[in-house]
Nanobody, 116 residues
């Protein structure tokens, strides 16, 4: 059974930091592309960051502030979020793209609120 379990969300002041974690199970993590997406109230879900087996990429809105990393031994992907802004407030979702057989999986989401 595939599971993606996120944690680390919460309430933080503008300029603060949070680290999200996503623990994966039930599929081959090391060959899967892992990503973070987010969805703010009233908006569509949007891409935040991606980590393939060898490369990372980011949305322009978070570049230079967020860092995605992965620990293949622990089947875990992280999102370090620094210099948080109110517009970063959203539910953050972990996403896995398994290469073969091709399939995709979503976590349940974790709320991040940036407010004074």
């Amino acid at each position: 059974q595939v599971q993606l379990v996120e944690s680390g969300g919460g309430l933080v002041q503008p300029g603060g930091s949070l680290r999200l974690s996503c623990v994966a199970s039930g599929f081959t993590f090391i060959t899967s592309t892992m990503s973070w997406y987010r969805q703010a109230p009233g908006k569509e879900r949007e891409f935040v960051a991606r980590h393939t087996s060898s490369a990372t990429s980011y949305a322009d809105s978070v570049k230079g502030r967020f860092t995605i990393s992965r620990d293949n031994a622990q089947n875990t992907v992280y999102l370090q979020m620094n210099s948080l802004k109110p517009e970063d407030t959203a539910v953050y979702y972990c996403y896995a793209l398994r290469t073969w057989p091709r399939n995709e999986f979503w976590g349940q989401g974790t709320q991040v609120t940036v407010s004074a």
